[in-house]
T-cell receptor
Framework: AQKITQTQPGMFVQEKEAVTLDCTYD???????LFWYKQPSSGEMIFLIY??????QNATEGRYSLNFQKARKSANLVISASQLGDSAMYFC????????????FGKGTTLSVSS | DAMVIQNPRYQVTQFGKPVTLSCSQT?????MYWYQQKSSQAPKLLFH???????NEADTPDNFQSRRPNTSFCFLDIRSPGLGDAAMYLC?????????????FGDGTRLSIL
């Protein structure tokens, strides 16, 4: 079974609009961390935001916020006021305390921002 | 300021010819990781070092080896590359192990096999 599911292969949004990228996860470990990374076409992976399983508040980092719904096992990334430079592949990833070091990635969502 | 540096950005090698990819870091992080990312797929962890302790993922082929001569450098050696090894190879670091630790990635090395 897939641990991280990103159901949107591609998303299209206009500049200045908000966009939500979906991520659901599957784990029986009560202690885990959820990450979002951005990968532009140049290839580097850029860390965006982190949410811990025990965190009470939803994480926010500038224009990025994480809509964490623990009971639903979802961790959607919200990008407010999209910019052309946001066009990239976005990966949701999880790290489980019991599983050790592996950062398990979803298949990614390609976001295209148009003017 | 580049903090995780991978060289080269693009590497071409011949089928069966050994190749080494390089990663260095200026973050003084204890943990270094190597991921393989094939076209249109998610990155997959190959192995990691915690200091000098090497940890191989169970399904990493024997063809892939790694060396970490000091804190700053880590190498990925592919002994006999096959066509299926063509991929982007990503190096990452984290300060320590732990679920809260984000991993900081380099720009990757794109490996092509002729």
């Amino acid at each position: 079974a897939q641990k991280i599911t990103q159901t949107q292969p591609g998303m299209f949004v206009q500049e200045k609009e908000a966009v939500t990228l979906d991520c659901t996860y599957d784990t029986s470990d009560p202690s885990y961390g959820l990450f979002w990374y951005k990968q532009p076409s140049s290839g580097e992976m850029i860390f965006l935001i982190y949410q811990g399983s025990y965190d009470q508040q939803n994480a926010t980092e500038g224009r990025y916020s994480l809509n964490f719904q623990k009971a639903r096992k979802s961790a959607n990334l919200v990008i407010s006021a999209s910019q052309l430079g946001d066009s990239a592949m976005y990966f949701c990833a999880m790290r489980e305390a019991q599983a050790g070091t592996a950062l398990i990635f979803g298949k990614g969502t390609t976001l295209s921002v148009s003017s | 300021d580049a903090m995780v540096i991978q060289n080269p950005r693009y590497q071409v090698t011949q089928f069966g010819k050994p190749v080494t990819l390089s990663c260095s870091q200026t973050l003084n992080h204890n943990v270094m990781y190597w991921y393989q990312q094939k076209s249109s797929q998610a990155p997959k962890l190959l192995f990691h070092y915690y200091d000098k302790d090497f940890n191989n993922e169970a399904d990493t082929p024997d063809n892939f080896q790694s060396r970490r001569p000091n804190t700053s450098f880590c190498f990925l050696d592919i002994r006999s590359p096959g066509l299926g090894d063509a991929a982007m190879y990503l190096c990452a670091t984290s300060r320590v192990l732990g679920i809260r630790q984000p991993q900081h990635f380099g720009d990757g090395t794109r490996l092509s096999i002729l």
